[in-house]
């Protein structure tokens, strides 16, 4: 049986390799039901996954290891291992694999399809359908790879010019966006996804210069206006009994700081531009905290607009915490409306 070890997301992975009566085709292994076979995806091999986001040619894919007797040294014991979606090269170790995809092949020329690598049928004819356009619009070959590379950019506003912070759609799945942080004269370059922070990791000392989709995508980035935050608004919310005094004095400090610091407290990051959906609102909140995963000193909060609930990205797990009150701040001032949806 052919090996498929390509997928967008968990969903797409479980269509594709489930194909089979509550069986595993990366593996070979029946199941009893459908809850344990869709359990011994996520857990063996999604959690196992490599992010090829990076390979622009590979758009948003995900390569997951295989179990399938396709190496003679590993029949015995079934051991995992990686197909190369490039040169269909097999790697056991998922370090070796990660250095192999983001180095030595990452230059290679792709072959054919490999006999152990089976795509999608309708996602391969539509590929093979586009390059055969490109061709009619770029004569030249040379031009192709960055043709098909700018049309897997992500969607991205600009949330601070004067810092270099950006919002990016974290996937071509996923429209919930990831700060990432990229300023050429400051010398800035971040991104919080954690699977592009371990692929920087392990190249840091191989090839320093290699970005992410998330940062490539930046350049196209829309413009977003900075709106100052008045009193008018904190006081109303306070008269409204939707915050207490001492809150509205928090946040006035949070206002001052964001001042000093000369970077916008509140943002709205408007992905409706995108023909992205307008259920959820995005709001990038100033933290003033630096951390390894979050260099933009920035948090999301997100409003879901048909259920009127609230959630924050900090490690506050239950409650309103300070950002979300910073986000209801500017919502009232901005668009009042949607505070009759806000939870008191």
């Known amino acids: 049986m052919a090996a498929i070890t390509l997928a967008d997301d968990l969903t797409h992975l479980i269509k594709i390799v489930a194909a089979e009566e509550n069986s595993c085709s990366l593996c070979d292994i029946g199941f009893e039901t459908v809850e344990k076979l869709h359990t011994h995806i996520d857990r063996v091999h999604w959690t196992k996954r490599v992010d090829a986001s990076c390979l622009h040619r590979l758009g948003q894919g995900h390569v997951v290891p295989c179990r399938l007797k396709c190496m003679q040294s590993v029949d ?10 490039i040169c269909s090269k097999l790697l056991r170790r998922c370090g070796t694999f990660k250095y192999h995809l983001f180095n030595a092949c990452r230059n290679s020329t792709p072959r054919e399809k490999s006999k152990t690598l089976h795509f999608d049928v309708q996602a391969e004819s539509k590929s093979k359908k586009q390059r055969k356009e ?12 960055r043709q098909r590379r700018d049309a897997h950019k992500l969607p991205a506003v600009c949330i601070d010019p004067r810092n270099g912070v950006f919002m990016v759609s974290q996937s071509s799945n996923s429209a919930a966006p990831i700060h990432v942080t990229k300023h050429l004269i400051k010398g800035i370059i971040g991104c919080e996804d954690k699977d592009c922070i371990s692929i920087f990791e392990i190249l840091k000392d191989i090839n320093p210069a290699v970005d992410c989709n998330h940062l490539h995508s930046v350049q196209n980035a829309h413009s977003i206006a900075n709106i100052a935050l008045g009193d008018k608004a904190l006081n109303s919310l306070v008269e409204m009994n939707l915050i207490s005094s001492a809150t509205s004095e928090k946040c006035r400090s949070e206002r001052m700081k964001s001042l000093d610091s000369n970077a916008p407290l509140v943002v709205y990051a408007n992905f409706e531009a995108f023909g992205i959906s307008n ?12 951390t390894h995963s ?5 948090v999301r909060v997100t409003f879901d607009v048909e259920a009127g609930s609230w959630s924050c990205l900090c490690s506050r797990k239950t409650g309103t915490c300070l950002h979300i009150t910073l986000a209801k701040w500017y919502v009232f001032q901005t668009d009042p409306e949607l505070i009759s949806s806000v939870p008191r």
């Not at 490109?134 to 790879?145: A, N, V």
């Open 76 to 85: 015995k014991d079934r051991r995992s291992h990686y197909h190369c979606p």
């Open 134 to 145: 490109c061709q009619k619009t770029y004569s030249i070959s040379h031009c192709l790879p």
């Open 294 to 298: 979050s260099p933009s000193e920035r």
């Open 279 to 290: 259920r959820y609102k995005y709001y990038s909140i100033l933290t003033g905290q630096n």
